[in-house]
Nanobody, 115 residues
Framework: QVQLVESGGGLVQPGGSLRLSCAAS????????MSWYRQAPGKERDLVAT????????NYADSVKGRFTISRDNAKNTVYLQMNSLKPEDTAVYYC????????WGQGTQVTVSS
């Protein structure tokens, strides 16, 4: 069964950190372009970060550059999003996506940044 399962979301204070995980099954993350998106209430789903297949080149939205890091553990077939210096505007549901000849989405994990 092809699926992505996100975990690691939660409530964190401004300035804090979280690490999101995206575990894949049914396909190999290293052969897919893997991305993190986020969607805040009443807003569109926006691209946050991408890691390319094989070579692993990364790209980030301007709003998270220098604070977020996307990475991949091929042995665990898992993609991560390390989020540091979190701000209230980072509050959203975060989704993992895998894209090759097909697109696979995870179910999302809630991140809330609030004091």
């Amino acid at each position: 069964q092809v699926q992505l399962v996100e975990s690691g979301g939660g409530l964190v204070q401004p300035g804090g950190s979280l690490r999101l995980s995206c575990a894949a099954s049914g396909f190999t993350v290293s052969s897919y372009v893997m991305s993190w998106y986020r969607q805040a209430p009443g807003k569109e789903r926006d691209l946050v970060a991408t890691i390319n297949s094989f070579g692993g080149r990364t790209n980030y939205a301007d709003s998270v550059k220098g604070r977020f890091t996307i990475s991949r553990d091929n042995a665990k077939n898992t993609v991560y999003l390390q989020m540091n210096s979190l701000k209230p505007e980072d509050t959203a549901v975060y989704y993992c996506k895998g894209q090759s000849w097909r697109v696979v989405w995870g179910q999302g994990t809630q991140v809330t940044v609030s004091s």
